[in-house]
């Protein structure tokens, strides 16, 4: 019952096509200005738990993406370790990946669990971090895991 409702979500999501859940082909959730985050800092989310945007005057670049940062102490993180700080599924939507598809997300909304954090699609329609967190985590972490190999080839 619960697969069939999520899929009726991402039917209506899809439909619906509205600007904040482009699809894209691409493996990492950016736009042209190549910031990761939309500005946000990794570390704040991982690390305190809080989304905060980043200052330019703390940037770091990794793989080609720019990183910004709160503080110098936040950049010397990432900076020792970016792997620990990158999102799941590139910065796309995780429920959204659970299902089978790419959504642009809301930095707002995000889910730490397990060392790592999960972004979400979040506008008047739809919020996808309640779904996901409605949901069992481990099987919906499984979904997107087996989803993503495919799609961050897209």
């Not at 005057?57 to 990183?67: Q, R, V």
């Not at 796309?92 to 699609?121: H, M």
């Not at 919906?140 to 897209?154: E, F, G």
Request: one cysteine or more.
């Amino acid at each position: 019952m619960k697969n069939s409702i999520q899929t009726i979500i991402v039917v209506i999501i899809m439909l619906w096509g509205g600007n904040a859940m482009a699809q894209s082909k691409a493996s990492n959730n950016i736009d042209d200005s190549k910031i990761a985050l939309q500005g946000f800092s990794p570390v704040s989310y991982l690390d305190l738990g809080i989304a905060q945007k980043g200052l330019k005057e703390y940037k770091s670049t990794y793989d080609g993406l720019a990183f910004y940062f709160t503080s110098a102490d936040q950049k010397k993180s990432f900076d020792a370790n970016p792997k620990k700080y990158l999102p799941q599924y590139g910065g796309y939507c995780a429920f959204g990946v659970s299902v089978g598809a790419k959504f642009r997300v809301d930095p707002n909304k995000f889910v730490v669990n397990d060392g790592k954090y999960y972004l979400f699609l979040y506008d008047l329609e739809v919020d996808a971090q309640q779904l996901w967190l409605a949901g069992n985590h481990r099987e919906l972490v499984k979904k997107a895991d087996n989803n993503w190999t495919s799609l961050s080839k897209n």
